[in-house]
Nanobody
């Protein structure tokens, strides 16, 4: 079984920084694209940033220039460095990964449990 475990959320003042981490654990799996999403109550989950296995990245317009996604393939971990945080960045942040595991010949979506980020004004 494969799991994604997130860490790094918390409370920060506006203008501050946080770094989220998400590590995949299990055995005999391979990871494709990894991403971070976020969700606030009453709204749909939205893409924040995505990184391909090649390292190419995409960002939502509302985080461009402030957030940086990266990955360490040796550690099966994806990171989200969040700088210049704003109160509107307050949300539960979810890690997502496309993982091939257990003899299944295609990638499936896996999600972390979510980590709360609160930005105070």
């Amino acid at each position: 079984q494969v799991q994604l475990v997130e860490s790094g959320g918390g409370l920060v003042q506006a203008g501050g920084s946080l770094r989220l981490s998400c590590a995949a654990s299990g055995s005999s799996f391979s990871i494709g694209a990894m991403a971070w999403y976020r969700q606030v109550p009453g709204k749909q989950r939205e893409l924040v940033a995505r990184i391909a296995s090649t390292g190419s990245t995409d960002y939502a317009d509302f985080v461009k220039g402030r957030f940086t996604i990266s990955r360490d393939n040796a550690k099966n971990t994806v990171y989200l460095q969040m700088n210049s945080l704003k109160p509107e960045d307050t949300a539960v942040y979810y890690c997502n990964a496309a993982i091939k595991w257990g003899g299944v010949p295609f990638y499936r979506d896996y999600w972390g449990q979510g980590t709360q980020v609160i930005v105070s004004s």
